[in-house]
């Protein structure tokens, strides 16, 4: 055997130890395999929802309403309730099973929307901010004291009131009112990253300011830029509940948890159920979202925690 060949042996044994030392290291954050697990469960019951239930979230049956949901039957010996709606009805009789399903699919869409458009906004000010300082940092930050003067609800409520709630309007409002955590953050990563000998090797052989920021400076801030985008997503989806609850944000039939909990308000003494259950949806989805953000900020950035 030639000094080559063990030379590769060693190569390839290592490749496998670092892969295998990567796997055990996600593996055993817990964190991230119950952040990441419980969103992808959410995420997998949303897509798939026609294939989990069979009925309809917007079908109105006045004769079922405020069915019980099952265990009203197991504890109360309630002859209402069973399988066929194995969460109840709301007033109106649609099943509240289904529309739980369907809302984790307005809930995770309106995170996810608001999160591309606020990133997009606050990646590009805070990298200019942060890379070219001077003049152009001084508008930008300008421009961001400006927006965190201004308090995100009470904005999107006089917006929303203004041109009508609908889910367009929600995610085009919290899109542009998110977006300053983003900027802060990039140009905090950005101020340190521009000094680094990579940036300056760039520079010295000519790459354009562009190219540099998309190739040397962007990727360099994909890792904080997740974090964020973890936390700006949960906030989003408190933030559509909220509007929705109080009737400016997502506008019936759809099934928003938000608006089911608004629309449960006259029953929370009588079926609190009614509230119960897209409330701790509401709380389990923001929980993953957020756990699964503490754990990517551990995994890829281990040193910056205690």
Known sequence: MTATDTSTEDEIRS??????????????????????????????????????TWHDPYLQDLSSRRIPPIWHAWFYDNPKAGWLHPLGTDPLGRDYFTRLLYGARISLFVGLAVVAISSVIGTTLGILAGYFGGRVDMVISFIVTTRLAMPVVLV???????????????????????????????????????????????????????????????????????IVATIEMAV?????????????????????????????????????????????ALFLLVLFVNLLGDGVRDITAPEGRA
């Open 236 to 280: 989003a989806i408190i933030y559509e509940a909220s509007l929705s609850f109080l009737g400016l944000g997502v506008q019936p039939p759809l099934p928003s948890w938000g608006l089911m909990l608004a629309e449960a308000r006259p029953e929370i003494f009588f079926a609190s159920w009614m509230i119960t259950l897209p409330g701790i």
């Open 15 to 52: 490749a496998a130890n670092k892969r295998r030392s990567m796997i055990s290291r996600y593996l055993g954050h817990y964190s991230l395999i119950i952040g990441g697990g419980g969103l992808l469960l959410l995420i997998l019951v949303a897509v798939f929802a026609p294939l989990i």
């Open 156 to 226: 999107a409520l006089a917006i929303v009131a203004i041109f009508d709630g609908s889910l367009q309007v929600v995610i085009l409002v919290l899109g542009f009112l998110l977006w300053d955590r983003f900027a802060v953050v990039m140009r905090s990563v950005t101020l340190q990253i521009k000094h680094q000998e990579f940036v300056t090797a760039a520079k010295a052989v000519g790459c354009s300011n562009l190219r540099i920021i998309l190739t040397e400076i962007l990727p360099n801030v994909a890792n904080s830029l997740i």
